[in-house]
C-alpha cells in the first residue's frame, strides 16, 4: 500500500450509518473540530470516567468494605480480580464486536451492563455476592472500553488524534482527582456502597449523549466472526490461574486445589493460542504482532500497567491500615498524583505528535519507577503529620511519571494498525492491561502474603508464644493490613505483636515495590529500543500493518 493510500483509509474511516440517517463522515469528518467532535469526546470521556472513578474511589474504600463486609484478604483481592479477570477476558470480544456490529451500539451495551453490576455491588450484602457483582461489572466494562478509544481513533485523523486522546486522557484524569476524596469521605462516613451507586447518574447521561449525538461506525468491509470459542478458553484460563495464585498463600503450592487449578489454567490459555493460529476468524490474529510498535507498546502496557496495579492497591491498605491515615485523609493523599496526571496528559500526547512516542515514554518510565523506590525507603510513619516528608515525592513524582507516560503509550497502540482496526487494537491493548493487572494482583498478591506472614512469624519467633497463639496469628495475617493481635497472645506481649504486624506489612509492601519498578524499568528498557525514533509518520502512523 502505498503512503497516498494509507493516509485515505485513515482519514475517511468505514463509517456506517449515524443518528438521523446521515453517515458519520457527512455530520463531520475525522478530525474536524465541530460539534460532533466535541459530542464524540463528551460522550467518551463521560462513560471512560465511571471506570477511573470506580477505581480510584474503589481503592481508598477497601480497607472500609473489608471491615464492614468482614472480608478476608483473598476476598478483598477477588473483588479486585472478579472484576479484571471479566474485563480481561471479554475485552478483545468488545473490540472486535465495535467494529463488526458498530462502535456505538457495543459500546452503550457495555455501559448498560456496568450499570447493571455497579447496582447489585451498590447493595451487595456480603462480599461472596459483591464478587459476583464485579463480574457483571466487569462484563460491562469489557465491551465498555475498547469503544471509547476505537470510536475517537476511527473519528479523528492522524494529525489530531493524539491531541484527542490527550484531551480523553487528561480529562478522565481530572475527573477522577476527587475520585479518592469522595472515596475517603464516603467511607469514613459508613457509605461505601455510594462508591458503586454512583456511576448510574453518570452512565444514563453517557447513554443519552451516545445515542442522540454520537455517530455511528464500523468496519464495513469486515467479514469477521466474534470467536467464541476463543474467549471462553481465555476466561476460564484466567480465572483459574487467578484463582490457584490467590489461593496459594493460604494452602501452599503443593495443594491439589492449588496445582490443579494452576495447571488447568495454563492449559487454558496455551489451548486458546493454538485456537487462535488454526482460526480463520481469530479473536487474535497473531500477525498483528509481527508489528514491532505494536508489539512493543503493547509489552510496556503488560510491565507497566502490572506494576501500577499492585502498587495502588497495597499503597491504600498501607496508609489506612498502617500509617493510621483515615480513609478521607488517604483520598487527599492521591491528589498530587492525580493533578500532575491530569495536567500532563494532554502536552504529553501533542509532545507525541510532535516528535515521537519513544523519549516521553522512557522518561515517564523512568521516573515512575524512581517514585516507587523513593517509597520503599518509607517505614512505618506517625501518620498524616509525617505525609510531606514521607509519601509526597513519590506519590508526586507517580504522577509526573504516568501523565508523561500513559497518552504517548496510547497513542503509539492506536496508530500501530489501520483505522479499520482500531477497536481491536484497543481490544488487545486493554486486554493486555488488564491481563497484567490479573496476573500481578494475584502473583503477587500470593507472594506479598506470603511475605508478611513469614515477616510476621520470624519478628515474633523470639517472643515464645504458645502454640495457639502462632496459628491464630497466622490466621490473622490472612487479613493482610486488617490483621490484629489475636487473643491468645499475652496482654504484656499485644503491644509489641502489634508492632510486628505493622513492620511486617511494611516489609512485604517494600518487596511489592522493588518488584513493580523492577517491571517497570523493563518496559523503559522496550520503549528505548522497540518503539522507535524521530517523529510520528505522518498519513500512516508509526509501524502501520
Not at 146 to 159: Q, R, V
Amino acid at each position: 500500500m502505498s503512503d497516498s493510500e494509507e493516509k485515505v483509509t485513515c482519514d475517511m474511516p468505514p463509517y456506517g450509518v449515524a443518528t438521523g440517517g446521515k453517515a458519520a463522515s457527512e455530520l463531520s469528518g475525522p478530525g474536524e473540530t465541530g460539534a460532533t467532535g466535541r459530542w464524540v469526546l463528551f460522550a467518551t470521556i463521560l462513560a471512560s470516567s465511571m471506570v477511573f472513578i470506580d477505581s480510584s474511589v474503589l481503592s481508598v474504600a477497601l480497607p472500609a468494605l473489608q471491615a464492614d463486609l468482614e472480608a478476608s484478604g483473598a476476598q478483598l483481592l477477588w473483588i479486585m480480580n472478579a472484576y479484571l479477570v471479566m474485563l480481561a477476558a471479554f475485552i478483545l470480544v468488545g473490540g472486535s464486536a465495535g467494529d463488526v456490529l458498530g462502535r456505538r451500539r457495543v459500546f452503550m451495551t457495555g455501559i448498560s451492563l456496568f450499570l447493571a453490576g455497579s447496582l447489585s455491588a451498590g447493595l451487595a450484602p456480603d462480599a461472596s455476592l459483591l464478587i459476583g457483582a464485579r463480574v457483571i461489572q466487569g462484563i460491562g466494562g469489557a465491551l465498555m472500553i475498547p469503544g471509547s478509544l476505537s470510536i475517537i481513533t476511527a473519528f479523528f485523523s492522524d494529525d489530531r488524534r493524539g491531541r484527542a486522546i490527550g484531551t480523553w486522557a487528561a480529562v478522565t484524569a481530572a475527573v477522577t482527582v476527587f475520585g479518592p476524596l469522595v472515596g475517603g469521605a464516603l467511607a469514613q462516613a459508613g457509605l461505601w456502597r455510594v462508591v458503586f451507586l454512583v456511576n448510574i447518574p453518570i452512565g444514563i447521561v453517557a447513554l443519552l449523549v451516545l445515542y442522540y449525538r454520537v455517530p455511528e461506525s464500523r468496519d464495513e468491509a469486515s467479514d469477521r466472526r466474534i470467536d467464541y470459542p476463543g474467549a471462553l478458553l481465555m476466561a476460564v484460563g484466567l480465572a483459574c490461574v487467578t484463582y490457584g495464585f490467590l489461593s496459594a498463600p493460604g494452602l501452599d503450592f503443593h495443594h491439589p486445589r492449588v496445582s490443579v487449578t494452576l495447571a488447568a489454567g495454563f492449559f487454558c490459555l496455551v489451548l486458546f493460542i493454538v485456537v487462535e493460529v488454526k482460526s480463520s476468524q481469530p479473536m487474535v490474529p497473531l500477525r498483528i504482532f509481527r508489528n514491532k510498535v505494536f508489539s512493543g507498546a503493547n509489552l510496556i502496557t503488560l510491565f507497566l500497567y502490572g506494576a501500577l496495579s499492585v502498587v495502588v492497591f497495597f499503597l491504600a491498605l498501607n496508609l489506612v491500615q498502617i500509617q493510621g491515615y483515615s480513609p478521607l485523609i488517604a483520598g487527599l493523599t492521591f491528589l498530587p498524583f492525580a493533578i500532575m496526571l491530569a495536567s500532563l496528559s494532554r502536552w504529553a500526547g501533542s509532545l507525541a505528535d510532535r516528535i515521537g512516542a519513544r523519549l516521553p515514554i522512557v522518561i515517564g518510565t523512568l521516573v515512575t519507577a524512581a517514585a516507587l523506590l523513593q517509597m520503599s525507603t518509607i517505614g512505618v510513619t506517625r501518620g498524616p503529620s509525617d505525609f510531606w516528608t514521607t509519601f509526597f515525592p513519590g506519590v508526586l513524582l507517580f504522577g509526573i511519571g504516568l501523565g508523561l507516560t500513559v497518552t504517548p503509550l496510547t497513542t503509539t497502540v492506536m496508530g500501530a494498525l489501520d483505522t479499520q482496526m482500531v477497536g481491536m487494537a484497543s481490544g488487545i491493548n486493554n486486554a493486555v492491561s488488564r491481563t497484567a493487572g490479573v496476573f500481578a494482583t494475584a502473583i503477587i498478591g500470593a507472594l506479598f502474603m506470603m511475605a508478611f506472614t513469614g515477616a510476621v512469624e520470624d519478628r515474633t519467633a523470639a517472643l515464645g508464644l504458645s502454640d495457639q497463639a502462632r496459628r491464630d496469628l497466622r490466621k490473622e495475617a490472612a487479613r493482610l493490613g486488617d490483621a490484629s493481635v489475636p487473643a491468645s497472645v499475652p496482654r504484656e506481649q499485644a503491644e509489641r505483636v502489634d508492632r510486628d504486624i505493622k513492620e511486617g506489612f511494611v516489609y512485604a509492601f517494600r518487596v511489592v515495590l522493588f518488584i513493580a519498578a523492577g517491571m517497570i524499568l523493563v518496559s523503559t528498557v522496550i520503549a528505548a529500543t522497540m518503539i522507535g525514533d524521530g517523529g510520528r509518520r505522518r498519513g500512516g502512523g508509526p509501524g502501520r500493518t
